[in-house]
């Protein structure tokens, strides 16, 4: 039996797109012998699979994502959307190299493959906050040297997201990503942060500094709103560095309303 429990399904086009930019800059992913990415509970519909494929394929293109849930009757869905699209009845290329599979935290892949990255969004929400490690590193176990874990969640249309990368030496960053227009207050994300990381967010806790740093930047760079929302957030990013966190990335990145920090600036206590 694959490991894990169904939960909802609930997806929505689009709603990745934050997560899919930021895969497409995973090195391992442009650069290994084997391109296989796994969409590990990839929800009621086919789409954010395919989605994810169609925009990696664009820095690697010869990418393969293999989508995997846990409820049968959710494999079958998604093959029957993947038939219409081989019959070029939908936006997506009609050869896009994706596939359906069944399977859990296991990541079962056929021929002894091994993914590059596993992408599991929005799956480990509707889990105990206890079940986060031993589902990490069962699906760490599976991914080939050098490969990555990108686990999170966002809210139903994509605007407010965030994820954790997991290796095999751990942890390694938190990152967040926000649609910058319209932005009252960046801790918005502390309602759809990583399941490790969303019971965290109280006093004592480095998530909670980095929540309230946060805020008191995007205040202070106020007066730059006048520029527009991205160079208040690159002010804000600026200041969060100058007060020590330990923020990686370009200013490429921290552009699109990206933020990442180093896993052990937020890491629970
Ligand atoms: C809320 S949906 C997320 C869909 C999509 N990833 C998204 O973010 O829009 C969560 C899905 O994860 C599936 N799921 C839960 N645990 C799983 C596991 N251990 N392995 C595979 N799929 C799982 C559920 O069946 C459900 O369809």
């Not at 519909?45 to 989508?67: F, I, M, N, Y």
């Not at 605007?159 to 990368?165: E, G």
Request: proline share 5%.
């Amino acid at each position: 039996m694959p490991i894990g429990t169904i939960t909802r399904g609930t997806t929505n086009t689009n709603r990745l797109r934050r997560v899919d930019r930021f895969m497409q800059t995973l090195p391992v992913v442009r650069s290994s012998v084997d391109p296989l990415v796994v969409d590990l509970g990839y929800g009621a519909s086919a789409v954010t699979s395919l989605e994810l494929q169609s925009r990696l394929r664009k820095v690697r293109p010869d990418v393969e994502v293999l989508g995997l849930e846990i409820d049968k009757d959710r494999v079958r869905t998604a093959t029957e959307q993947l038939d219409a699209v081989r019959r070029g009845e939908t936006s997506f290329a009609s050869d896009a190299a994706v596939s359906f599979a069944r399977g859990g935290f296991e990541v079962p892949v056929r021929d002894g493959r091994r993914p590059a990255a596993i992408r599991a969004f929005n799956v480990l929400r509707q889990y105990d906050e206890s079940a986060v490690a031993d589902a990490w590193r069962l699906m760490v176990s599976r991914l080939q040297p050098g490969g990555v874990l990108v686990e999170g969640t966002c809210d139903e249309i994509g605007r407010i997201s965030s994820w954790a990368t997991v290796t095999a030496d751990g942890p390694q960053s938190l990152t967040m990503s926000l649609r910058l227009k319209k932005l009252e207050r960046p801790s918005i994300v502390a309602e759809r942060l990583p399941k490790a990381l969303i019971h965290r967010n109280v006093a004592g806790e480095r998530i909670a500094d980095l929540m309230t740093e946060l805020d008191r930047q995007w205040q202070y760079s106020a007066p730059l709103a006048a520029y527009g929302p991205v160079q208040r957030w690159l002010a804000t990013v600026d200041g969060l560095i100058t007060a020590g966190w330990p923020v990686l990335g370009t200013g490429a990145r921290w552009r699109l309303g990206e933020l990442t920090v180093a896993w052990d600036s937020v890491a629970p206590s």
